[in-house]
């Protein structure tokens, strides 16, 4: 059986990490299984329960911190958004690679209890393409787009603690950094 790995994808909003992820999923749907996080959000058009997420009240949210139901939990643009630990660490256990696509504090909690997993960070080619990327999107009120493009420049200074960096320019492109991030790491040192 191959070894369980847990892999970080983290980026500022809009960036194009579910974009790439849902690419990356469909080419490798039998390796790599994605975490479907808990969330306080509102569910966008078009967002389906415990596929997208697990759309939670906040006070169901807190019980689930308070029973130690996460792997890792953080507060985004004033809502809460968590890990499930249980299906995360079933899935490594049975050997699978399990992808987290979550925000920098999440990811900062994820390494200090995983320092093995693979860190990946996704930056936009520029700051006035991410904010067209999320205003054209279109799926978020404008206090929480400003919000969000707030937090992005904090997100973007804390690149540097990531494993790898990947520019989200060419999304083609961005795909197979990845996967050559993922499946040939030593051809991408040599
Ligand atoms: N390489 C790219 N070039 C142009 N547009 C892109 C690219 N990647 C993603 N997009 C577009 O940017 C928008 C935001 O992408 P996406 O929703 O995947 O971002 P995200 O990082 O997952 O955001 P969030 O963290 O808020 O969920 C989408 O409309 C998507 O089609
Ligand atoms: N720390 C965590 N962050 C998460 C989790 N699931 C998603 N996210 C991140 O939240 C923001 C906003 O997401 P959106 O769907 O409202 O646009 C984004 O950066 C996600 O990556 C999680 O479980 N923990």
């Not at 997420?53 to 169901?60: A, D, G, L, N």
């Not at 999440?106 to 209890?113: C, K």
């Amino acid at each position: 059986m191959s070894k369980g790995r847990l892999i970080v994808l983290t980026g500022p909003s809009g960036v194009g990490k579910g974009t790439l992820l849902k690419s990356l999923l469909q080419r490798h749907k039998d390796d790599l299984f994605l975490s479907v996080s808990a969330t306080t959000r509102s569910p966008r058009p078009g967002e389906v329960d415990g596929k997208n997420y697990h759309f939670v009240t906040r006070p169901q949210f807190e019980r689930m911190v308070a029973q130690g139901e996460f792997l890792e939990w953080a507060e985004f643009a004033g809502n809460c958004y968590g890990t499930p630990r249980k299906p995360v660490e079933e899935k490594i256990r049975s050997g699978k690679w399990v992808i987290l696509e979550i925000e920098l504090d999440g990811a900062r909690q994820i390494r200090r209890s995983f320092p093995s997993a693979l860190q990946i960070f996704i930056a936009p080619p520029s700051m006035v393409e991410l904010e067209a990327r999320i205003r054209g999107r279109a799926q978020d009120p404008e206090a929480a787009i400003l919000r969000r493009l707030q937090r992005a420049w904090e997100e973007i200074e804390a690149a540097g603690e990531f494993d790898i960096q990947i520019v989200n320019d060419d999304l083609e492109r961005a795909l197979g950094e990845i996967e050559i991030a993922l499946f040939e790491p030593v051809a991408a040192v040599c």
